[in-house]
């Protein structure tokens, strides 16, 4: 196995590859005047390729794997097996407003269709619930939250945790047991891109609330939380999230809002990142389909 890291996912390519004590290998990437991309692999014809991208920012990242994936077959890979610790396009879910598209399912079919098995990290999987309804090939989501459960026991032993939506419920709940403290889960409405209210229970009390979420994109979702908790008069609010995409204008907001500590997972590059995934993602790859967790459309 060879693992093939886009500059942009040197970092966790290389934390992985040593978990698995495999080479990692650079791609090259050259963007042309006309915004068009070229790429250029170093592989070794019978092994198997894994890809490493996350795809935050995803339009140009997206063709490019495509043709990563591409370049990777005809240099001779057995399988291309891509590791995208963030997968982009997983919330348009289904058809919100007429004339829209299932981005979910059209984007699962174009990388699907260009590589043997995707790896991810805690997709957002809400009304589809399962990897198999997304991609035709063999795809894994790593759940993350005994990571983050065990950062919350390490770092935040008294606190709450706080969900920003109802759809978060299971999944705050799994941390908040496994991690040993209370939880409350609020309701939110989006309006907009960046107009989000969140609404908080009343028996949201205590002192230090750590708010945990899938995503932080705007950072309004949480920025909303965090303002709540602190007229509900919690002394300290901090916030971790799987996947730090940050955009501009989140970090201001978050500082506005009263959060003292973001803490992000390492899947999407940024200062907040805390809790490492290579650990999570190995194992799944020491075993790659058909092995053992890696049954057609398996998983979580
Ligand atoms: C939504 O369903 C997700 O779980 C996140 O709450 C959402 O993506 C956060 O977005 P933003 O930071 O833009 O509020």
């Known amino acids: 196995m060879r693992l093939h890291a886009f500059p942009d996912a040197l970092g966790i390519a290389g934390r992985l590859a040593r978990s698995l004590r495999r080479p990692c290998r650079p791609i090259d990437l050259h963007r042309f005047p006309d915004g068009e991309s070229l790429v250029r692999v170093d592989h070794r014809p019978g092994a198997d390729a894994v890809l490493v991208r996350s795809l935050d920012d995803p339009n140009a990242r997206l063709v490019e794997v495509v043709l990563a994936a591409d370049a990777l077959r005809r240099a001779g890979a057995r399988r291309v097996v891509l ?10 879910d289904a058809v919100f407003a007429p004339g829209q598209p299932i981005s979910q399912r059209a984007i699962g079919a174009l990388l699907g269709g260009s590589v043997d098995a995707v790896l991810t990290v805690e997709a957002h999987l809400h009304r589809v619930r399962r990897l198999a309804e997304v991609f035709p090939v063999p795809a894994r989501s790593v759940p993350a939250a005994p990571a983050i459960a065990r950062w919350l026991r390490g770092h935040a032993p008294g606190a709450i945790v706080v969900g920003p939506d109802e759809e978060s419920e299971p999944w705050v709940r799994a941390i908040a047991a496994a991690a040993g403290v209370p939880f409350v889960v609020g309701r939110k409405r989006r309006r907009g891109d960046r107009d989000v209210r969140v609404q908080l229970p009343t028996g949201a009390r205590g002192a230090h609330a750590v708010i945990v979420d899938d995503i932080a994109s705007s950072g309004r979702t949480i920025a909303e939380a965090a303002v709540g908790l602190r007229r509900a008069g919690f002394a300290r609010v901090d916030a971790v999230v799987v996947h730090a995409i940050l955009a501009r204008g989140a970090i201001a907001s978050l500082r506005e809002a009263g959060v003292r500590r973001l803490v992000s997972c390492d899947t999407i590059p940024h200062p907040s990142n805390a809790i490492p995934v290579a650990g999570l993602l190995a194992p799944l ?5 058909p092995g053992a967790g890696w049954t057609r459309g398996g998983g979580s």
């Open 83 to 92: 590791v995208a610790p963030y997968l982009a396009y997983m919330r348009q």
């Open 285 to 289: 790859l020491r075993a790659l389909p």
